[in-house]
């Protein structure tokens, strides 16, 4: 059965090379990140894989990276902009934020045609989460109906930064490990023993670090994409002239099916270590990681 690995790009820099996070080598042979997520795809069962971008991107990412993967899989490209609308809709010229991931999703309508696990571009997961989603979306209980979805669930303490706050999407599951709400929530700060969020007052408010909390790590059907095409018109209806922040995200679409019966999510628990590069001042953890990775021979030391 055909899987599709999506990976969102299109927030990425238009200039190329170190000073992109995305782009920069952390791997002993200049992998770049997405190098590992594609591995670890390919190696739990994903067949196929899309990478949403930006036109302005096109040539330079397939120098760095798209050419050389098409040589391993089937490659595709979905585009995301920011005038990309619906009829009646039209773009703010003042403004510069990304419409958010459910716009980056919907990019990919008429391209993604299988089962298919989304991931942002800029985020190391570890080889478990692939695994599992990979084989919930194969199984008899996805199949069974379109709008039973999986995520990814890992623990808050193992997705934390060094370096400052963090934003997560906080998970509470029902006894059957079904999601029943995702909570976006802001500025969590990694503390002595455990995980803070800041009060109104600037205190610290101690939060739960056992947690599960969402990664973008989304295990999805095709029928996934053509709801977002009416439910991004509801959104854009309800954006305020002048609101220029404003993004139609992921966990708070799934949230609003889940609420409103359209969709069932399995959480399928991961205990992965997270690495990412959201401060510059993680890059050189997110390197010695990698190189423990390498020398305890999870990975090659030439990945491809």
């Known amino acids: ?4 690995l999506v990976i969102m790009a299109a927030g990425i820099g238009s200039r190329f ?7 920069a080598p952390v791997g002993p042979s200049g992998e770049i990140i997405m190098d590992y997520s594609i591995h670890d795809a390919l190696e739990a069962g994903f067949n196929k ?6 036109h ?5 990412f397939r120098e760095v990276i798209g050419n050389r993967i098409e040589k391993i899989c089937d490659v595709s490209y979905a585009f995301q902009e920011l005038e990309n609308l619906p009829g009646g809709y039209k773009t703010p010229a003042e403004r510069k934020k990304p419409w958010g991931t459910g716009h980056a999703i919907l990019s990919c309508k008429g391209i993604v045609k299988t089962p298919f696990v989304v991931i942002n571009a800029d985020d190391y997961y570890g080889k478990e989460a692939f695994v599992r989603v990979h084989d919930y979306l194969v199984s008899e209980e996805a199949r069974k109906n379109s709008s039973n979805y999986c995520m990814a669930g890992f623990i808050l303490k193992n997705t934390l930064s ?3 706050g963090v934003t997560r999407g906080i998970c509470t599951v029902d006894e059957n490990n079904m999601l029943v709400d995702v909570v976006e929530t802001s500025d969590i700060t990694k503390i002595p023993g455990g995980a803070a969020v800041p009060a109104e007052d600037g205190t610290l408010v101690p939060i739960d670090a056992e947690s599960y909390v969402s990664m973008n790590f989304w295990g999805l059907t095709p029928e996934f994409i053509d709801c977002l095409e009416e439910d991004f018109i509801h959104f854009l209806s309800k954006v305020k002239p002048g609101d220029m922040k404003s993004e139609y995200l992921l966990p708070t679409i799934i949230d609003d099916m889940i609420k409103s019966g359209k969709a069932s ?4 628990e991961t205990n992965d270590k997270w690495f990412g590069v959201t401060y510059k001042e993680d890059a ?3 390197v010695e990681s990698f190189k423990k ?4 021979g999870v990975y090659p030391e030439k990945l491809m």
């Open 56 to 60: 302005d991107l096109e040539k330079d």
């Open 265 to 268: 999510v399995k959480l399928l």
């Open 293 to 296: 990775l390498v020398e305890a």
């Open 284 to 286: 050189p953890v997110v």
């Open 49 to 54: 894989i899309v990478f949403i971008i930006r």
């Open 17 to 23: 090379g170190g000073g992109i996070k995305q782009l």
């Open 1 to 4: 059965m055909d899987t599709t």
């Open 162 to 164: 060094d370096n400052g």
